[in-house]
């Protein structure tokens, strides 16, 4: 069985345009006939499910802080070992973390250093020229156990302005692998907290044969192969993320309940588990011979109105916790909680199973990674640990 090579996908700051190049390299690629594999640096539910759209496999995530380094393994040795290319993705900026141990910071720059995967760096030059090198310089420089093998430019105004900054790259000798001019027709279409879901997105195949032709046309993929390395992984690696919470999960599964990692999933299947999709906006009730019922998150923001008056749905959720547990991350927290207030300002009642009142009209909290330390025992552990 072959070992897949790999690279990364990373940026100096977010908005550079790595997911447009990232989907146009995986389609390029998976279209000439090789089997490919996404992943995706952090906890990023919807990047990944246009990795698999581009590819036709499943991608998963590798989140340095969140998982444990045997997970990690076993998350990328899956994949190596059923692909002959793996084009990752980053997060943020390469080396945007958190303060912690060297390795353990959630920054995409950990996952390269882990599994030996040259970087490659999207760079977006429009409004600079030369000075772009010393981005890229910088990025190559800063830590030492990575490699940036080489950069793509973005949003090139000109054929002027690409010779200005390979001029750049060339004095500190940095590859340049192609350039993509700036436009508008290769952008996908977004709202808070990303990409609409590929689910959702019009015409999404036709789109990704759009950015397929432009990395064909812009970028010289063969020598971005050849840049690419074997992935450092176990042959035994062999972990799970998370035990099955019952043999019959019940798993409300629409466009409000849809952030669920595919690694989990499959880690579930894999245990025997048996999982039952059912729709709250289709004002399904969690199906009454599981053990278990999960409600991932999404946007249930987006659908207050329609979950407020699925009265069967929510009536059969008070129901079926009234003996079995019912799990709720994220947007599926919220649906738990007593009211969900939408960006207008309306109140919507949910299941009132918990004292929570959710507001986007009247944001305070902010994105990012949290440690709870346990003050009991619990489900979660005995009490005084760290739980992520």
Request: glycine share 10%; aromatic share 6%.
């Amino acid at each position: 069985m072959t070992q897949a090579s790999g690279i990364l996908i990373a940026a100096p700051r977010s908005g550079s345009g790595k997911t447009t190049i990232t989907l146009g390299l995986q389609r390029a690629l998976a279209r000439r006939g090789l089997r490919v594999r996404g992943m995706k640096c952090g906890p990023d539910y919807i990047d990944p499910a246009f990795h698999a759209e581009a590819t036709g496999a499943a991608s998963y995530n590798l989140d340095s802080f969140a998982m444990s380094t045997p997970l990690l393994k076993a998350l990328a040795a899956e994949a190596a070992f059923n692909a002959e290319f793996i084009i990752a993705e980053g997060s943020m900026g390469l080396f945007d973390g958190v303060r912690q141990e060297i390795g353990r910071t959630g920054a995409s720059a950990d996952i390269a250093a882990l599994f030996g995967w040259p970087v490659v760096l999207v760079l977006d030059v429009s409004g600079h020229a030369q000075s772009a090198a010393a981005v890229a310089l910088g990025c190559a420089r800063l830590d030492q156990r990575i490699t940036v093998a080489g950069v793509v430019l973005n949003r090139v105004a000109s054929e002027r302005h690409r010779r200005l900054v390979e001029d750049g790259m060339a004095r500190i000798g940095m590859p340049v692998l192609g350039a993509l001019m700036r436009t508008d027709t290769l952008s996908l279409p977004e709202r808070h907290l990303g990409l609409v879901q590929a689910g959702e997105t019009d015409e999404l195949d036709q789109r990704l044969e759009h950015l397929a032709d432009a990395v064909e046309n812009a970028i010289d993929i063969d020598r971005l192969i050849a840049l690419s390395r074997p992935t450092l992984i176990d042959r035994d690696a062999a972990v799970r993320a998370l035990p099955p919470p019952g043999q019959r999960i019940a798993l409300a599964s629409d466009q409000a309940f849809s952030f669920i990692y595919p690694h989990v999933l499959a880690g579930w299947r894999a245990a025997g588990a048996e999982i039952v999709t059912f729709s709250p906006l289709a004002d399904e009730p969690p199906p009454p011979d599981c053990g278990t019922c999960w409600l991932p998150g999404g946007y249930p923001e987006l659908h207050a109105g329609r979950i407020a008056g699925a009265h069967r749905f929510l009536q059969g959720l008070r129901t079926f916790s009234t003996h079995r547990p019912v799990h709720g991350e994220c947007g599926g927290y919220m649906v738990l909680g007593k009211t969900l207030e939408d960006g207008s300002g309306q109140v919507h009642p949910m299941a009132g199973l918990l004292p929570v009142e959710t507001s986007y009209a009247r944001p305070k909290m902010h994105l990012g990674y949290r440690v709870a330390h346990l003050l009991h025992n619990g489900v979660l552990g005995p009490a005084g640990i760290a739980s992520v």
